[in-house]
C-alpha cells in the first residue's frame, strides 16, 4: 500500500514564475492537507481539501497561493509569481475520514521548493 | 499563549536513559493529541496518539496525558543514537477538525 505521494521532491523556480506542487494521497484517503515548513521553524497548516472541496483554507496567504482537489487525479497546491520568501518544505498528509478530529494524518516526503 | 508550546531543546540524553518530551496546549476542549518524529531533512513519522487521560504504551515509547493540566508528554525509553529527531507535538484546533496545530519540536539527543 503506497502511502502518500508527493512530487517533484525539489523544485527550482525563479522570482515571478509558478509553481505547482502535487499531492496523491494514500489509498483508501479522501482527506487532503497542506503543511508549510520555513527554515528552522514549526509546521504551519496552510488548507485542508476533500475532493472537489475546500473545507478550511484559514492557513493560506491570501494572494498567490491556490489549492484544489479535484473528483480525479492529485491535489494541487499552486503559488504564482514566487517570491523568495515562499522557499521552504510542502508537506502534504492524508487521512481516511474525520471522526471527531481523531483520524491520524500520515505525511508525504514532502516538496522543497527553492526560490532564486 | 501559543496554541501548542514545547521546549526546542535541544535536549541531551546518554545512550540507554529515558528522555522527556513534554508539550502543553491552549484549548481545553481538545480530544486527541499526536507525536510525530522528524529527522532533519524529512517528512514528519507519525509515533504515537492519544485521546484518553493517562498513558498509552507502544514499544520504548509512552504517551502521557493530562486534560486538566493540558499537557502531554512522551517518554522515549532505553534511547538510542537513532532516536536524535525533532519530536513535534500536534493538536486539531479547534478540536474536532483536521487542521492539526504543532508545536515549535523538541530536538532530541542521544549521546552514545
Known amino acids: 500500500n503506497a502511502g502518500v505521494m508527493q512530487n517533484p521532491r525539489h523544485l527550482v523556480r525563479r522570482r515571478g514564475q509558478e509553481a505547482r506542487l502535487r499531492c496523491s494521497p494514500m489509498?483508501?484517503?479522501?482527506?487532503v492537507y497542506w503543511y508549510r515548513q520555513l527554515p528552522e521553524e514549526g509546521l504551519k497548516f496552510m488548507v485542508y481539501?476533500?475532493?472537489?472541496?475546500?473545507?478550511?483554507e484559514s492557513g493560506m496567504p491570501k494572494e498567490r497561493f491556490s489549492a484544489e482537489f479535484p473528483k480525479e487525479g492529485p491535489s494541487i497546491l499552486r503559488i504564482q509569481q514566487v517570491v523568495r520568501g515562499d522557499s521552504a518544505a510542502y508537506f502534504c498528509?492524508?487521512?481516511?475520514?474525520?471522526?471527531?478530529?481523531?483520524?491520524?494524518?500520515?505525511f508525504g516526503p514532502g516538496t522543497r521548493l527553492l526560490v532564486l | 499563549q501559543k496554541e501548542v508550546e514545547q521546549n526546542s531543546g535541544p535536549l541531551s540524553v546518554p545512550e540507554g536513559a529515558i528522555a522527556s518530551l513534554n508539550c502543553t496546549y491552549s484549548d481545553r476542549g481538545s480530544q486527541s493529541f499526536f507525536w510525530y518524529r522528524q529527522y532533519s531533512g524529512k517528512s514528519p513519522e507519525l509515533i504515537m496518539f492519544?485521546?484518553?487521560?493517562g498513558d498509552k504504551e507502544d514499544g520504548r515509547f509512552t504517551a502521557q496525558l493530562n486534560k486538566a493540566s493540558q499537557y502531554v508528554s512522551l517518554l522515549i525509553r532505553d534511547s538510542q543514537p537513532s532516536d536524535s529527531a525533532t519530536y513535534l507535538c500536534a493538536v486539531p484546533l479547534p478540536s474536532n477538525t483536521g487542521k492539526l496545530i504543532f508545536g515549535q519540536g523538541t530536538t532530541l539527543q542521544v549521546k552514545p
Open positions: 492519544i485521546y484518553s487521560n
Open positions: 489509498k483508501g484517503h479522501s482527506h
Open positions: 481539501l476533500q475532493k472537489e472541496n475546500i473545507i478550511d
Open positions: 498528509a492524508s487521512s481516511p475520514r474525520l471522526a471527531g478530529g481523531q483520524e491520524t494524518q500520515y
